[in-house]
């Protein structure tokens, strides 16, 4: 049975080292998918870290093969980008999920409640974290509060 490790990522929307953090990022990446039998990648898309995230794991994917790893793009809900775009993003994203909340939330709770669930999915989860406030900086409270493993980016 194939064994599937999970990998979420989280980083505040601008970021400012591009080179930095993509070279970090490729060389975590590459490590993962080298001492696992499977990764699955879970990445959302609101800011900059997240696409940055998404477009080294497709470099990486060039290299490695897809039958490594999975890209998967977690929405905190359907949003009109996505249904007006469904085919361009299920082009880019290997599979692409969006997050079911047990309760009606306001979009800013959603995306947090959708963070919470992909930590509690993930066995290791991966920050970029340049100030201790928002949603990422929350992110990895909670994470620290489940004791899950966590690796922070250098900035």
Do not use: W
Not at 91 to 107: A, C, M, N, P
Not at 121 to 149: C, M, N, P, V, W
Request: hydrophobic share 35%.
């Amino acid at each position: 049975m194939l064994e599937i490790y999970t990998v979420s990522f989280f980083g505040h929307r601008k970021i400012e080292h591009f080179e930095k953090l993509e070279d970090q990022l490729i060389q975590l990446i590459q490590n993962l998918t080298k001492k696992n039998e499977f990764v699955k990648f879970l990445v959302g898309r609101n800011g900059e870290f997240d696409q940055l995230v998404s477009s080294t794991i497709r470099k990486a994917q060039k290299k490695i093969g897809n039958d490594r790893c999975l890209h998967t793009l977690v929405l905190p809900y359907e949003t009109a980008e996505f249904r007006n775009n469904r085919q361009t993003f299920l082009e880019y994203y290997d599979t692409v999920e969006i997050f079911q909340s047990k309760k009606h939330l306001h979009f800013k709770n959603s995306i947090l409640a959708r963070n919470f669930q992909m930590v509690d999915r993930s066995q290791l989860i991966i920050f970029y974290l340049d100030h201790e406030f928002g949603g990422a900086f929350q992110t990895y409270q909670y994470a620290r509060k489940q004791k899950s493993q966590i690796f922070k980016l250098k900035q």
